[in-house]
């Protein structure tokens, strides 16, 4: 990014004076975006919430959708002081509006699933590689480097559709995961054969996958015995099976699948970023990200005290859109600051396709 400016500074001066004009007011919105992604790269837990503050600050004035917002809750964000204090923006606006900062130039859709005949949400990104960048870094903190796996990844809602973030995230996964790693549609037979191929090669397998599928492949029987494979669920019905507790999947799977753990991702199109689970449900965040539970039937309630409620969502890497997301899901602390449990979804909440479990 650094380098591309250096050339656009190099040609600024060729344009005439209205041009320059244009083209330095452009140039300062870029310099200011790429400053706050180094920050965001280099944040730690002590600085996260100062610069979840000064975020706040460029985002209330840059993004006019989120303005519109405040000023219409009346609230000065001059009078914001610390993170209990900002304001959500309700999920549901990704639905109506396009929710992107001034002078970001989008680059790529993201667009969620929906029901059939629903509205559906559009993440307008103005950097994709910032985004894969993003996305590796907190799988890699996770799991370690991408090139010990082979991923298998069986998504069929997902790669019926042309604009998944999930699936931009897995094929970016792929990029540097082993060669033999690969998409299933419905040809569950084909992925078992992979993975007998793959056990008798010795190499570490990451199946992932949305969670109607996993209960397919499991109904069939697969053996994923061993600490060094990974069976990853991504949430999601579909509508092609009754609705379970979290729990109660994860029991199936590992029964099906002859192995002793599932692990979670929670992500959506509206977040750049991801939180994984390695058992028991138990969320971790990246440094830049931050789950903070509201009271139910107070979505503005400036405190955060709860044990359990409804989940807003601090994600930094949001910085060309919006990093502060009033979410219908629902969860409770495991550690306050850096775990959660992921509960399920309000009474009455449109079903989002990329979460539909529920937990107990």
Same mark, same amino acid.
């Given at each position: 990014? =650094? ?13 005439? $004076? ?8 452009? *140039? ?13 790269? /280099? ?14 600050? &460029? ?21 914001? =002081? ?11 606006? %990704? ?35 910032? +985004? ?20 298998? $990844?069986?998504?069929?809602? %997902?790669?019926?559709?042309?604009? !998944? ?15 033999? !790693?690969? &998409?299933?549609?419905?040809? #569950? ?17 990451? #199946?992932?996958?949305?969670?109607? $599928? ?57 977040? *750049? !970023?991801?939180? +994984?689970?390695? =058992? /028991? ?28 409620? $409804? ?18 899901? *629902?969860?409770? &602390? ?27």
């Amino acid at each position: 990014m =650094k380098t591309q400016n250096c050339v656009l500074i190099s040609t600024i001066f060729k344009i005439n $004076a209205k041009g320059r004009i244009i083209i330095f007011i452009l *140039l300062f919105n870029m310099l200011q975006s790429d400053h706050y992604k180094d920050k965001i790269l /280099n944040i730690n837990k002590s600085n996260f919430e100062d610069l979840a503050i000064e975020v706040f600050q &460029y985002q209330s004035k840059n993004n006019l959708v989120y303005q519109e917002y405040l000023n219409h809750l009346k609230i000065d964000p001059k009078q914001i =002081k610390s993170i209990q204090e900002i304001p959500f923006l309700p999920i549901e606006f %990704y639905k109506s509006f396009n929710v992107i900062c001034n002078k970001i130039t989008p680059r790529l859709v993201f667009e969620s699933s929906g029901t059939t005949g629903a509205k559906t949400s559009k993440h307008y990104i103005g950097d994709p590689d910032f +985004y894969k960048e993003i996305s590796k870094s907190i799988f890699e903190t996770q799991y370690g480097d991408l090139k010990q796996y082979a991923i298998l $990844a069986l998504l069929p809602s %997902y790669l019926e559709r042309g604009n !998944s973030s999930l699936v931009f995230m897995v094929n970016h996964f792929m990029q540097y995961a082993d060669i033999e !790693s690969g &998409y299933f549609l419905k040809n #569950l037979e084909e992925l078992k054969e992979k993975v007998d191929t793959l056990k008798s090669k010795g190499k570490k397998i990451l #199946l992932i996958g949305v969670s109607f $599928a996993l209960l397919d492949l499991a109904e069939m029987g697969l053996d994923l015995s061993g600490d060094h494979h990974i069976v990853m669920e991504t949430g999601g019905m579909k509508g092609k099976r009754e609705e379970i507790i979290r729990e109660e999947l994860h029991q199936i799977l590992k029964s099906g699948l002859n192995t002793q753990k599932i692990h979670s991702e929670y992500g959506m199109t509206e977040l *750049l !970023s991801q939180f +994984y689970a390695k =058992k /028991n449900g138990v969320f971790t965040f990246p440094n830049w990200a931050r789950i903070l539970l509201r009271e139910v039937n107070d979505p503005l309630s400036p405190t955060f005290e709860v044990k359990s409620g $409804a989940i807003n969502i601090i994600d930094l890497a949001n910085i060309d859109s919006c990093c502060f997301i009033e979410t219908k899901d *629902l969860g409770s &602390y495991v550690e306050k600051g850096s775990s959660v449990k992921i509960l399920g979804r309000l009474d009455q909440a449109d079903i989002r396709g990329c979460n539909l479990l529920v937990n107990e």
